[in-house]
Structures are given as C-alpha cells and as structure tokens.
T-cell receptor
Framework: NAGVTQTPKFRVLKTGQSMTLLCAQD?????MYWYRQDPGMGLRLIHY???????AKGEVPDGYNVSRLKKQNFLLGLESAAPSQTSVYFC?????????????FGPGTRLTVL | EDQVTQSPEALRLQEGESSSLNCSYT??????LFWYRQDPGKGPEFLFT???AGEEKEKERLKATLTKKESFLHITAPKPEDSATYLC????????????FGTGTRLQVFP
C-alpha cells in the first residue's frame, strides 16, 4: 500500500496563477483533510471531507476550493494564487471507525508563490 | 480561545540523556490529545492518543502522560534516530474534526 500520496512535491507559481494539488489514498478511508504548515505556526486545517461528494471548511479556507469526486482522491485548488499562500501543504486521511485521532499524513507539497 | 503551546522550541540532547517535552493546552471540552513525530521533509506520523487525565501511553523510548492542563512526552535514553520534530495536537469538543496543533519541539540527539 502506498498510503497517502501527494502530487506534485514542489511547485512555484506566479501571483494570480491557478493550480490543483492532488491527494490520493489507497486505504479506503472515509475522511480526508488538507492542512497548511507555516514556520512558527502549527498545522492549520484548510478544508476537509467526511465522504465522497462532501466537503467542509476548516480553520483557514479563504482562497482555496476542494473537491471529493472519488473516495480515494481529494483535490485542493488555488484559483488565484497569492504570496500569502506560500506554504507546505499536507493531506491526511483517517477511517470512519475509531476516534478523531490517527490521521495518516502524506509527504507534503511545497508551494512557493512569487 | 483554544490554544496549544509546546516547549521548548528546540532541544539538544546527548545520546542516552533522558528529558521531557511539554505540551500545555487551553481548550473547552478536551476530547483527546495527540502526539505526532515529523521528520524533515515528511508528513507527521501518529504516535499516541491520550483521552483523560492520568492516562499514560508508551512506545519504545517514548512515554506520553496527560494532566488536566498539559501533556509530557518523556524520552528515555534517546538515540540519534529519535531526532525529529514532535507535534502535539488537541481535539476540542464533540462533533468536530478540527485538531489544534502546537508549533512543535525540534529534538536533536547527538551521539
């Protein structure tokens, strides 16, 4: 099993450009999450999904959109990138059963917006 | 406001030198406290979940404890491979999937 994978690993954008980050998991997990990690700050939840076709806002959703068309994939979109969105983005997933705890994280995508 | 504070920010230990990392929290209705390990350039890796004051969990050289205000991650006789950033997170309240993360403690263990 590959676990949680993220594509791409690195990306440089210019202000105003758009892009989509792809998260895929092969563990048949119901829940998926997108976080951002910035220096001096803890991981912050952007959006999450409790199942195929559903999405919900997290702590810092502005400037991002998400889609969960297939259970195994969770897409994070930036329609018009801004320098403030320079960050490392992590995707995570967890099964429906059990607590709100053991989230499995992907390796991250390092995004730079110039 | 719900808050998680980790200390110290960074810790340098000699191999075999035991120590503790602290995670203090201020939340309404703690549902669970979680410890993760994060290696450079990688995603966090789950270590422990603690649910109530007095609870303890152990894994190899790591032991996590929980009180009503804070959690400690004790590292006994650390090895260089224990070097990583250790993250603490809390889940506050029911019917929420939000975890509040601390900024982490960067641990370096020298041979």
């Amino acid at each position: 099993n590959a676990g949680v994978t993220q594509t791409p690993k690195f990306r440089v954008l210019k202000t105003g450009q758009s892009m989509t980050l792809l998260c895929a998991q092969d563990m048949n997990h119901e829940y998926m999450y997108w976080y951002r990690q910035d220096p001096g700050m803890g991981l912050r939840l952007i959006h999450y999904s409790v199942g195929e076709g559903t999405t919900a806002k997290g702590e810092v959703p502005d400037g991002y959109n998400v889609s969960r068309l297939k259970k195994q994939n969770f897409l994070l979109g930036l329609e018009s990138a801004a320098p403030s969105q320079t960050s490392v983005y992590f995707c995570a997933s967890r099964p429906l059963a059990g607590g709100y705890n053991e989230q499995f994280f992907g390796p991250g995508t390092r995004l730079t917006v110039l | 406001e719900d808050q998680v504070t980790q200390s110290p920010e960074a810790l340098r230990l000699q191999e075999g030198e035991s120590s503790s990392l602290n995670c203090s929290y201020t939340v309404s209705g703690l549902r669970g406290l979680f410890w993760y390990r994060q290696d450079p350039g990688k995603g966090p890796e789950f270590l422990f979940t603690l649910y109530s004051a007095g609870e303890e969990k152990e894994k190899e050289r790591l032991k996590a404890t929980l009180t009503k205000k804070e959690s400690f991650l004790h590292i006994t006789a650390p090895k260089p491979e224990d070097s990583a950033t250790y993250l603490c997170a809390v889940q506050a309240g029911y019917n929420t999937d939000k975890l509040i993360f601390g900024t982490g403690t960067r641990l370096q263990v020298f041979p």
